[in-house]
């Protein structure tokens, strides 16, 4: 069965940098499509970034953009987000989401917290 397991949250400050792991399992991770979602206490959850499944098209959320940069390494079965400048709003829950066959998987989320 498809899984996406998700690592990589912490507390940092702002300013700092992270970068997320979404290991991915259960399918054939170089043929779909992978995204980035976050979703703040409070808040529905957004959508940040997608990288094709070549890596070829990517594309971000203004929240995103020049800070978050979305890659995959289809080798290893993993899509990372690398986070820098983090501002306490980017405080959030993040999940890795793929659509395989026309079905949605979500995994179970990592927390961000930016705080001084």
């Known amino acids: 069965q498809v899984q996406l397991v998700e690592s990589g949250g912490g507390l940092v400050q702002p300013g700092e940098s992270l970068r997320l792991s979404c290991a991915a399992s259960?399918?054939?991770?170089?043929?779909?499509?992978m995204r980035w979602y976050r979703q703040a206490p409070g808040k529905e959850r957004e959508w940040v970034a997608r990288?094709?499944?070549?890596?070829?098209?990517?594309t971000y959320a203004d929240s995103a953009k020049g800070r978050f940069t979305i890659s995959r390494d289809n080798a290893k079965n993993t899509v990372y987000l690398q986070m820098n400048s983090l501002k306490p709003e980017d405080t959030a829950v993040y999940y890795c989401?793929?659509?395989?066959?026309?079905?949605?998987?979500w995994g179970q989320g990592t927390q961000v917290t930016v705080s001084s």
């Open positions: 989401f793929t659509r395989v066959r026309s079905y949605d998987y």
């Open positions: 259960g399918f054939t991770f170089s043929d779909y499509a």
């Open positions: 990288i094709a499944n070549t890596g070829g098209t990517i």
